[in-house]
């Protein structure tokens, strides 16, 4: 006779279906044999699958790897606990009986609260094979778990970046048929709550190579989250600081030219995010506030070249126009329209010539579009096959004209046809479109050769530059636009998916207004470029 079990799949720790910690959850009226169990957790292949006998008023609770029977699993103990609240064999509280003893289980709003046994813990001296096989090079704090059939060691570690590090051989590890935990003290918050700690469980003797939460999958995503929040707070900076250079502009403490990115932070952020800055290198126009921020120079120097001021990124020679930081593989910043791409075609050819694994951006606005160097500079780019990727930056006007009156197509993508390029659209206004074109971009350039034209389509809130009202366009198109703006969507994103609270992104912003200001101070403070530095860096410096 056949046994009916309902099974549930729950992804405890989340809010989201097919995140968190996954666990399987089996339902019995009568009991089964243990083989059986275990062929089921097995067939399953979760981490830990709980078994819950239901038959009298406190359930029986047992857990199964794919490989053997445990003693206690938290996770699956809380998957049991949803489906049970779920389906209302429990009301507010109930208890299990175990191997572990009696859990008490509550709920409490929206949450499941749990108490579990303590085990203590026992120092134990230096364990070196053990550290070496975690890949540990220095000596940490070691523990023994009591009464632990896992036959666990927790060892302490001083941060989370060597947490996060820690790659295991898991076949010597498997074969020490202990269980390893290694935890870290946190200074991080997830919505506004501190985490205490962050650790990492191994145990590959019953199965269990590393806890899905907080093994491989943790480690990938905090990279993403610490990646996603460093770019959303890039694209705030750029924008609270053009919005207070406009304010400066006005009080007339920066001179000469000034064109702001306000609206179109996603592309530079985006686009940066994914090269590697030790050797690819950025070009762009006159537009370049924000590429030179999202390439890491400086709100200081950033701030202090528009004063004009000695301790600007150009020394104070270059302007709003002229930004550039050898350092920072960031070549400006060019005032001549379309100037720059010719310049940042030869750039990739050195990188094609020293086969360095470089890759050069070069940005440029609808306006570059039309002039001789683009078209000289697609075609030795196809003949040479360099590692360069063409960013075409439409924001719909150049200067106050729109595209469309001066350009015989407006698909920009379609001109890299002529030269046998692979030409892209891309959704400016949308981060994750920006990284994910100029990634693939990114990928055929440094792998094979290949230049590709990036035609991103974005939009720029303010005027052509300060002295422009833009009057050409009416303020319906302007709002229209601001209404999928780019750090609106990402920070919304962001919340949506619990990686970042209100509260956070408020002092984030709090933060950024603070670095601003600072760069005002330096740039206020500053001295201005002594006169005989005048016919300085004229020339390029010569090699004895």
């Known amino acids: 006779m056949g046994i009916t079990c309902p099974v549930f799949l729950v992804n405890a720790f989340t809010s989201r279906a097919f995140t968190g910690n996954p666990a399987g959850v089996c339902l019995l009226r009568q009991s089964i044999e243990d083989s059986l169990m275990q062929n089921i957790a097995t067939e399953l292949g979760y981490a830990e699958t709980a078994f819950v006998l239901y038959k009298e008023k406190t359930p029986i609770l047992r857990w199964f790897t794919p490989q053997v029977e445990i003693d206690l699993c938290g996770h699956a103990t809380l998957a049991c606990s949803h489906v049970l609240f779920s389906k209302e064999y429990f009301d507010e509280s109930g ?70 590090k820690v790659q295991p051989e898991f076949e010597r590890l498997r074969s020490l048929r202990k269980a390893v935990i290694i935890t870290a003290k946190s200074e991080e918050s997830i919505q506004g709550k501190e985490i205490d700690f962050v650790s990492r469980f191994f145990a590959p003797h019953v199965g269990i190579n590393e806890d899905s939460v907080t093994g491989e999958k943790m480690v990938k995503d905090r990279k993403k989250t610490e990646k996603l929040t460093k770019s959303l707070y890039d694209m705030v900076l750029i924008r609270i600081f053009e919005e207070r250079s406009a304010q400066l502009y006005g009080m007339r403490k920066i001179g000469g030219f000034c064109h702001l990115y306000i609206g179109q932070e996603a592309v530079a952020v985006g686009s940066i995010a994914v090269l590697d800055l030790k050797k690819d290198y950025v070009l762009t126009s006159y537009r370049d ?61 050195k990188q094609r010539y020293t086969k360095d694994g470089g890759v050069t951006l070069c940005f440029f606005g609808d306006g570059a579009i039309h002039q001789g160097a683009f078209h000289e500079s697609l075609n030795l780019a ?135 200001e600072d760069a005002v101070r330096f740039a206020e403070e500053s001295p201005q470029p002594a006169l005989e530095s005048l016919h300085a860096d004229v020339y390029a410096p010569m090699e004895k």
């Open 95 to 164: 208890v299990y009986q175990s191997k572990s003893g009696s859990l008490q289980v509550r709920r409490i709003g929206g949450s499941i609260v749990i108490s579990f046994p303590r085990k203590d813990v026992e120092p134990v001296e230096d364990d070196v094979n053990l550290r070496q096989i975690l890949g540990i090079k220095r000596s940490v704090p070691i523990f023994r778990v009591a009464d632990d059939t896992f036959a666990t060691r927790l060892l302490l570690l001083p941060c989370v970046e060597d947490l996060q």
């Open 289 to 349: 506030h924000g590429h030179a921020l999202a390439m890491g120079v400086s709100a200081r120097k950033v701030m202090a070249e528009l004063y004009g001021k000695e301790t600007g990124c150009s020394k104070g020679k270059g302007g709003s126009m002229h930004l550039f930081d050898i350092q920072k593989h960031f070549y400006g910043g060019n005032g001549i329209v379309g100037s720059q791409i010719p310049v940042a075609t030869g750039i990739a050819y």
């Open 382 to 516: 196809k003949i040479w096959q360099l590692p360069i990727v063409y960013i075409v930056e439409n924001n719909i006007y150049g200067m106050g004209t729109a595209a469309s009156r001066v350009s015989s197509i407006t698909d920009f993508e379609k001109m890299a046809a002529a030269y046998d390029l692979l030409g892209v659209v891309v959704d400016g206004m949308d981060y994750f479109d920006v990284v994910e074109k100029t990634k693939e971009a990114v990928y055929r350039a440094r792998k094979n050769g290949i230049a590709s034209l990036l035609h991103v389509k974005t939009y720029r809130y303010r005027g052509h530059s300060m002295s422009d009202p833009a009057k050409y366009r009416s303020k319906q198109e302007v709002e229209s636009y601001k209404q999928m703006d780019p750090i609106e969507k990402l920070k919304g994103q962001l919340i949506k998916e619990g990686l970042l609270s209100g509260k956070e992104y408020e002092k984030m912003r709090d933060k950024i207004k603070e670095v601003v």
